[in-house]
């Protein structure tokens, strides 16, 4: 029997071709148009019989060649060694212990490129083990690689999950590279940005805190004294003008004073390091209506001994002037030089404050005195011992103040009572010359009579108005 597909002999007992693999239907296909015909079946019947009868010719095996088995077998061989290879560099890919041998391996012969090689994978495989980032440490040290170094302890540091005892690992490491290096700016923005407080604690000789403006920003409408602190009491330096305050700004010392004017308030600390911090800034808008009014000593008031009139507290670039006649006092009236005595009598003052820049005013302060002397002599008296002096002496011919034949005279005006050195109280009386035409100037000399004993000095005065005292007798 044949195959119908191949055409290849078929075995008795197979029921598929050994050759193609057809399946083979021993009962011919049912033929509808012969189902009703006997001579159909008995011809397909004897068909079949006919073809089993027939001699089975011996299909022979497969022949292979030899020459190709042993290459064969190698190559097979090879691709099973090849495949084990890479299943072992898969294996050990994947394998941390196997990277940290590896590592260790290389570590301790002195390889610290192939270390790291293999550290780096190792942490590929385990984020989380952080003696691996400490080995990296130690590698990149002996390697000299200080970018790898502190990059690899700032991560250790910034990393939450680590331990106290590994971030105090990093940190110490790190202040010493850079503390080594004199790096000390460096140091400073690490302890500003970690947060620690250990860290923070241990390294505090480093740190240079930004200082703080306790004076909020803003619009003011009043002149301002500007407060600011240090948080670790380091030295605060400032500028008013925007610019980047250095060691060479002003020092605060007090707090700043503001008058009319726009600023920009820069300040930094800076430690002994030289080290500067953060550089704190506000803004100030100052437009007040007046300056401050000047401060005046002692109030209105009632005397009975030798008071001075003085301006406290007064600014630089501010002038104060005065007047005695009730008057309002500007530019032109009496600038206030040194303290004023208050005269015998009463008396009312006005003053005020002028801003030499802007010419500003303040608002006028006004103080009345009543200054009744409880003395042995009076005014005129003290100007009577004074004119009988210097007749004497012969500055004066006679008591009209004539020193010689024109009409010139010298004239003595009490012009003060004052407290001198505690000594006593005395009236301060100045000569002054007429030159008979209306003109008159003071001559600078005057003369200081005691209030209870009528003795009589020459009162020398300082700068600032204060009065000592000379010896006529003595010197005569």
Do not use: W
Request: with cysteine.
């Amino acid at each position: 029997m044949k195959c119908p597909n191949c055409q290849a002999e078929l075995k008795d007992d197979k029921l598929y071709c050994e050759n193609c693999g057809t399946e083979i239907n021993i009962v011919p296909e049912f033929v509808p148009e012969e189902a009703d015909s006997e001579s159909a079946l008995e011809k397909n019947v004897a068909k079949v019989l006919k073809d089993r009868t027939q001699p089975i010719i011996p299909v022979e095996p497969p022949k292979f060649n030899k020459k190709l088995i042993i290459p064969c077998a190698v190559g097979g061989v090879m691709i099973l060694i090849l495949l084990t290879v890479l299943a072992v560099k898969v294996g050990h890919s994947r394998s941390l212990d196997y990277q940290l041998k590896e590592a260790y391996k290389y570590k301790t012969a002195g390889n610290y490129n192939k270390a790291v090689e293999y550290l780096l994978k190792a942490k590929a495989l385990s984020s989380f083990d952080y003696d691996i980032n400490e080995q990296l440490v130690f590698c990149y040290e002996q390697l000299n690689d200080s970018d790898s170094y502190v990059n690899i302890l700032k991560e250790i540091v910034s990393d939450g999950a680590v331990k106290s005892a590994q971030k105090d690992f990093a940190y110490e490491r790190l202040v010493r590279y850079y503390t080594d290096n004199n790096d000390y700016e460096a140091v400073n923005e690490l302890l500003n940005n970690c947060g620690d407080t250990m860290a923070l604690e241990k390294y505090s000789k480093y740190l240079c805190e930004a200082p703080v403006i306790l004076t909020k920003s803003g619009d003011y409408d009043t002149e301002l004294d500007v407060e600011m602190e240090s948080p670790n009491g380091l030295l605060i330096y400032y500028t008013l003008d925007g610019s980047e305050p250095t060691k060479d700004s002003s020092l605060y010392t007090e707090p700043v004073h503001l008058s009319d004017g726009s600023y920009t308030l820069k300040a930094r600390c800076y430690n002994s390091f030289d080290t500067g911090s953060e550089i704190t800034v506000s803004s100030f808008s100052i437009d007040v209506p007046f300056i401050e009014s000047p401060v005046v000593t002692p109030d209105s008031g009632d005397f009975t001994s030798p008071k001075r009139i003085e301006i406290n507290d007064l600014l630089e670039g501010i002038s104060v002037y005065y007047t005695t006649d009730n008057t309002e006092p500007d530019e032109n009236s009496q600038k206030y030089i040194n303290p004023i005595s208050i005269p015998v009598g009463d008396s009312q003052f006005s003053f005020i404050a002028i801003r030499d820049e802007d010419h500003k005013k303040s608002q006028i302060v006004k103080v009345f005195y009543s200054f009744k002397m409880n003395s042995n002599i009076s005014v005129e008296d003290a100007q009577g011992i004074v004119i009988e002096y210097e007749k004497n002496v012969g500055h004066i011919k006679d008591y009209q103040g004539h020193f010689d034949s024109t009409e010139a005279s010298y004239v003595y005006i009490c012009d003060e009572i004052v407290n001198i050195a505690g000594i006593s109280d005395f009236f301060i009386v100045s000569e002054i010359y007429l030159d008979g035409t209306g003109g008159s100037v003071k001559t600078g000399k005057a003369f200081a009579v005691d209030c209870y004993d009528t003795r009589i000095y020459e009162a020398i005065s300082d700068s600032k108005g204060a009065y000592s005292l000379k010896d006529l007798y003595n010197e005569r």
